[in-house]
């Protein structure tokens, strides 16, 4: 009995192996909004063509739509025997509006029906991944606003290095979602090209208008070359390289988040709902939310590589490794969207203790920068020197088991005898997150400013 997918050049069925290895529907029917929205392009182009009747494209278009209501409705039957989402559509068609289905394959190839289908899953993923990751950057930006004033000590190498506040400290992570969208964006605008049409590899004779079937579909036009367009991954890996760094930055906010929480740093409170227990000892509020989003960052950058190594030694054209892109990116995407839903729900509802957060600033020597500044502005030292000077006090401020304003006068002018008594006013921590007015500093005003230019900007997005 010949395959019924393959018509006469196969004179038995598959393997039982074959099949199980063979077989994508598993996972590829999620394309099915896609393959169909693509399939009825294709039938309405054919038409127009005279390629095919016009009769028989309305019933092809007619038998898709109540496919499509099966399918949304839970009633659709997948096989593994007909392989892939494509096949089962199509057998369900025929089934439905008998020879007319058979009509549907003209000038078309499963090679680029699958490149169309998944650009097509790829640009609806990034926009709705770019409207999560909207949302994150609006949850930090009222973060932002409300703690403009709110100090914190700012780390480098996780030790205390300068007070910040912790306005700014969102806004950082502001910009990191603003270059994660811009990424998803430059990665969507590359994508949008459509590859149908390219069939097998070589194109067809038939005289099709693909670029009728391409703003059917909201591409911006045709690719420019079948051998290309059916063996191009490169929207999949461009938008999973995005994935990977987005995820990163969650995983770095996760950290903080799990870092802040700690008794040790009482910096911030996540809420209940956020956090879990522990099964034996009660006093336990563990941050595995964070902890999660931290660790399915792996996920995201796993699917990466999976994929760069399935396409790192593919000839042109197609080759059925290419089936291996689909399930990595999937669960990387779907981690990524999750990821983004709880940090952001984390950032919303977190509470600040802006007290230990203060509390902590004001320890660690943080102000040793703004006395080796004043040191040079009041005393004209250059800097290196006044380097020296400020490591100097704050070894002696250690010994004494003070901060630097815990030094007196005297003791200060043992190193440097020209420092007068207006150094204290530079040694605050509130003078010293004041004073970083360069743009892009942690000082206050700046920190509204900033808020206020990312609010104006989302808010004009929105209107474009």
């Known amino acids: 009995m010949s395959n019924k997918m393959w018509g006469g050049r196969f004179g038995e069925s598959p393997d039982a192996i074959m099949e199980e290895i063979n077989a994508s529907v598993g996972f590829d029917k999620r394309f099915a909004p896609q393959d169909i929205r693509g399939s009825k392009a294709h039938a309405r182009m054919l038409a127009k063509q005279g390629i095919i009747a016009s009769a028989d494209a309305d019933q092809i278009v007619a038998g898709l739509e109540a496919i499509e209501g099966e399918i949304e409705a839970g009633s659709f039957e997948f096989s593994r025997a007909l392989e892939d989402i494509h096949m089962n559509i199509e057998a369900r068609l025929k089934e439905n509006i008998g020879e007319p289905a058979g009509r549907l394959h003209t000038a078309r190839s499963r090679n680029d029906q699958v490149a169309t289908d998944f650009k097509l899953y790829m640009r609806d993923t990034v926009d709705h991944l770019d409207t999560q990751l909207r949302a994150l950057q609006e949850a ?7 703690h403009a004033e709110t100090v914190m000590p700012g780390f480098t190498h996780l030790q205390t290095a300068q007070p910040v506040t912790f306005g700014h400290h969102c806004l950082a992570y502001v910009e990191m979602t603003a270059r994660d969208r811009g990424r998803f964006a430059d990665a969507r605008k590359r994508l949008n090209e459509s590859p149908l049409g390219s069939a097998a590899l070589a194109g067809t004779s038939f005289l099709i208008d693909r670029q009728m079937t391409a703003e059917a579909l909201g591409f911006d036009g045709p690719t420019r070359n ?21 995820a990163i930055h969650l995983s770095r906010l996760a950290e903080e988040l799990v870092i802040w929480v700690t008794p040790g740093f009482n910096f911030v409170r996540l809420p209940d709902s956020l956090t879990t227990g522990s099964s034996i000892m009660p006093q336990k509020k563990n941050p595995d939310a964070a902890e999660l989003v931290r660790a399915k960052t792996g996920r995201v950058i796993g699917g990466l590589t999976t994929l760069l190594v399935v396409m790192k030694g593919l000839p042109l054209a197609y080759s059925k490794d290419m089936q291996e892109d689909k399930e990595a990116a999937f669960d990387a995407l779907d981690a990524l969207s999750l990821c983004i839903a709880a940090m952001t729900a984390m950032v919303a509802r977190l509470e600040v203790n802006e007290a230990n957060m203060r509390e902590a600033a004001a320890k660690g020597f943080s102000t040793a920068t703004d006395l080796a500044d004043w040191l040079v502005r009041a005393l004209g030292l250059p800097f290196r020197d006044a380097h020296h000077v400020t490591g100097t006090l704050v070894a002696k401020a250690e010994a004494k088991g ?21 150094v204290y006013g530079v040694l605050g921590i509130d003078n010293s997150v004041k004073s970083r007015t360069s743009f892009g500093g942690t000082a206050p005003d700046n920190v509204r400013a900033m808020a206020a230019y990312w609010q104006k900007a989302l808010i004009q997005e929105t209107k474009s």
């Open 402 to 422: 003070c901060d630097l304003d815990g030094l007196t006068l005297a003791e200060m002018q043992e190193v440097e005898p020209r420092i007068t008594d207006e």
């Open 226 to 246: 079948s051998l290309d367009a059916v063996s191009d991954r490169d929207f999949v890996l461009e938008t999973l390289s995005a994935a990977a760094i987005a």
């Open 140 to 146: 930090l930006l009222a973060k932002a606003d409300a």
